[in-house]
Nanobody, 126 residues
Framework: QVQLVESGGGLVHAGDSLRLSCAAS????????MGWFRQAPGKEREFVGA????????YYGDSVKGRATVSRDNAKNMVFLQINRLTLEDTAVYYC???????????????????WGQGTQVTVSS
């Protein structure tokens, strides 16, 4: 049974940095792509970023491009999301997800991702 558990959320101040973690279990993930999405109150879930087998292959959504880094530790089955220079608009529930059909291209479409975590809340205050 695949399980994804996000952690690291909480209340942070605008301008701070935040690092979220996602612990994966239940299958071998080192050939999967791993993604991060978020959903703000009253808005649809949006793509944040994704990473391929190696940390050299990444892809980011426009809202965090230049401020975010997605990375992974295959030995520990962990994936991470760091966002710098947080703004109020970064307030959301953040989800990690798995693209088990990864063949070299990273995608922002939610339908691409087969497994999802329960999410962790990030609240940015002024």
């Amino acid at each position: 049974q695949v399980q994804l558990v996000e952690s690291g959320g909480g209340l942070v101040h605008a301008g701070d940095s935040l690092r979220l973690s996602c612990a994966a279990s239940g299958r071998t993930f080192n050939r999967d792509a791993m993604g991060w999405f978020r959903q703000a109150p009253g808005k649809e879930r949006e793509f944040v970023g994704a990473v391929g087998w190696r940390n050299s292959t990444t892809y980011y959504g426009d809202s965090v491009k230049g401020r975010a880094t997605v990375s992974r530790d295959n030995a520990k089955n962990m994936v991470f999301l760091q966002i710098n220079r947080l703004t109020l608009e970064d307030t959301a529930v953040y989800y990690c997800a798995v693209d088990r059909d990864y063949r070299g291209a990273l995608y922002s479409e939610q339908s691409r991702y087969a497994y999802w975590g329960q999410g962790t809340q990030v609240t940015v205050s002024s």
